[in-house]
């Protein structure tokens, strides 16, 4: 446990409450640390990854493997300007994102931040369901409609004023095709 807190203290750099905030999500002290804040309350079935942003996939990728976490494929998604690489830390889902030009949105946190946590995502049936029953609950939202995300997902990003100052995004995986 020492040790994997050392080596997220190193991803972090000089940033050491996102350490431990993201050795918190990692290993929860309980399941109730994993309920969705109460904008989201009735909407999400559970935590579906944390994504965290790296100036280099390339450079970090070594780094997560020395914690055991099984790497999959780099993914490019076009329409938000980011390469993705999914790890898996047991169950849970750990994505790593990098910009992949100069006007991605996760540029200007990469160069404000030196990169680090960036979201909390949340599984949900029907990510339009959810959207629409957000934005009646007057919860501010960055996305209005759904898009596609990475893997073939459907996603929604909620506006970090509704979430107590943390950007959460709702994911709907792919249906099975019967």
């Given at each position: 446990?020492?040790?994997?807190?050392?080596?997220?203290?190193n991803?972090c750099?000089?940033w050491p409450?996102?350490?431990s905030q993201?050795l918190?999500?990692?290993?929860?002290?309980a399941?109730?640390?994993s309920a969705?804040p109460?904008?989201?309350?009735?909407?999400?079935r559970?935590?579906?990854h944390?994504?965290?942003v790296v100036?280099?996939?390339e450079?970090a990728?070594?780094?997560?493997g020395?914690l055991g976490?099984a790497?999959?494929?780099?993914e490019?998604v076009?329409?938000q300007?980011?390469?993705v690489l999914?790890l898996?830390a047991?169950?849970?889902?750990?994505?790593?994102?990098e910009?992949a030009s100069?006007d991605?949105?996760?540029?200007?946190f990469?160069?404000?931040?030196?990169?680090?946590?960036?979201h909390l995502a949340?599984?949900?049936?029907d990510?339009?369901a959810?959207?629409?029953?957000?934005?009646?609950?007057?919860?501010r939202?960055?996305?209005?409609?759904p898009r596609?995300g990475?893997h073939g997902?459907?996603?929604?990003f909620?506006?970090?004023k509704?979430?107590?100052g943390?950007l959460?995004?709702l994911?709907e995986e792919?249906?099975?095709?019967?």
């Open positions: 446990m020492e040790r994997l807190a050392g080596e997220i203290g991803l750099g000089p409450g996102v350490a993201a918190a999500l990692l290993v929860p002290p399941m109730s640390s969705p109460p904008a989201l309350a009735g909407l999400v559970g935590l579906h944390v994504a965290i100036p280099s996939i450079g990728r070594g780094t997560y020395t976490l790497a999959g494929a780099v490019h076009a329409d300007r980011v390469n999914v898996m047991g169950s849970q889902r750990i994505e790593l994102v910009p100069p991605s949105p996760v540029t200007k990469l160069e404000k931040t030196g990169g680090g946590l960036h949340w599984q949900v049936e990510c339009s959810a959207v629409r029953e957000l934005l009646a609950r007057g919860v939202m960055i996305d209005e409609a596609r990475a997902t459907t996603i929604a909620v506006h970090p509704a979430t107590g943390v959460m995004e994911v792919p249906r099975e095709v019967a």
